[in-house]
């Protein structure tokens, strides 16, 4: 068998081998993605075991040390899932810690696998791996933010009781107020403008103790002449919700189209799966 030899730490660094001095530790800090990347390692794992099966194919590595690379990742593989890795402070992401493991098990055959996840990003210009590095934070934030609000929704679908009546009772003119903008919207009136003048309206009618639906016609012409007699339309609840059939919207026909569109949804995923 080889003679396996002192392995530098440098070795497990991104480029360690240029440098005759560690990186400052302020450097090593900005660098270290494992907080990020750690979510990774069966990623990882499994980009080490194709290409540990390439390098069989290539003839660079016999079939027994394949078979010991392949397995011994599967042995790293458990020692995530059980939570037993041990990362040091010289670790700055997820391929590193898992080579490292990997040399520590297998030796100079480890070293021989030495290759970066991902390798198409290999032509990309200087510095854009750190940005490739950044992002993937927010990518994995975004993806547990939406896990944890499908979790939430599946659980409120499970378990909801639609009580018509009570939420007809809940109903309120205040809900009305966004209508009644873009009602002068539809006339001409900037949003802007629309949205000052029906806050006034509001007001006046929190100053009467009545409802914008109540407050009279020529009054409502005071604030703007061009509220007419259609006004009376958009005090209608279910008009107002007719009137969104954009996509997502609240109109029965928008309704009908998402839920063809998450039908075909999970139609396509079950076949995938």
Sequence with gaps: GSIMTQIPE???KMWGGRFTEGPHEALHSLNNSLPYDSRLYADDLDASKAYAEALHRAGLINSAEADKLVK????????WIEGTVKILPGDEDVHTVNERLLVEITGELGQRLHTGIMMTIKGTP???NKDLQYDKQFCFQSFDKLSQV?????????????KQESMEAALSTDMLATDWAYYLVKKGVPFRQAHHIIGRVVSEAEKR?????????????KFSPLFG????????????????NAIGGTASSSIVEQ?????KCARDLAKQS
């Design 229 to 244: 007699s259609d006004i009376v339309a958009v005090a209608d609840y279910s008009n107002n919700v007719q009137q969104y």
């Design 259 to 263: 839920l063809r569109l998450l039908k």
């Design 72 to 79: 011994n990742l599967e042995l790293l593989r458990f020692d």
């Design 126 to 128: 200087s510095t854009y």
């Design 10 to 12: 440098s070795c497990y």
């Design 150 to 162: 499908l979790e939430v929704t599946d659980g409120v679908l499970q378990t909801i009781q639609v």
């Design 209 to 221: 103790g009545v409802d914008i639906t109540d407050l009279p016609l020529g009054d409502l012409q």
